[in-house]
């Protein structure tokens, strides 16, 4: 069994940084691990992803740039950094592990495990 739990959200001013923190139990070093996010009235939509040895990492085209996925498999943690926030990036953010062998990292139907989700609001 795994569990996943989102920590590091909260209220954020416009072009200020969170980085949120998703710490595993169970097994997920050998996954891809991805960061979705879903805001109200809204598909959930995604956002970052990263193999299971750090070394590829992928972004949606919104957040490539502002955005770093980053895993420490010894702390079983995968980080979001987010930089130049924007109130368009109010959502609740939820990290997932892939199905083994699964690469579709953009899909959610790729993901089989789910985080409860830790709330961003970025706001003045």
């Known amino acids: 069994q795994v569990q996943l739990v989102e920590s590091g959200g909260g209220l954020v001013q416009p072009g200020g940084s969170l980085r949120l923190s998703c710490a595993a139990s169970g097994r997920t070093s050998s996954y891809f691990m991805g960061w979705f996010r879903q805001a109200p009235g809204k598909e959930r939509e995604f956002v970052a992803a990263i193999d299971w040895s750090g070394r590829s990492t992928y972004y949606a085209a919104s957040m490539k740039g502002r955005f770093t996925i980053s895993r420490d498999n010894a702390k079983n943690t995968v980080y979001l950094q987010m930089n130049s926030l924007k109130p368009e990036d109010t959502a609740v953010y939820y990290c997932?592990?892939?199905?083994?062998?699964?690469?579709?990292?953009?899909?959610?139907?790729?993901?089989?495990?789910w985080g409860q989700g830790t709330q961003v609001t970025v706001s003045s």
């Open positions: 997932a592990r892939a199905r083994p062998g699964g690469t579709l990292y953009y899909s959610s139907d790729t993901y089989d495990y």
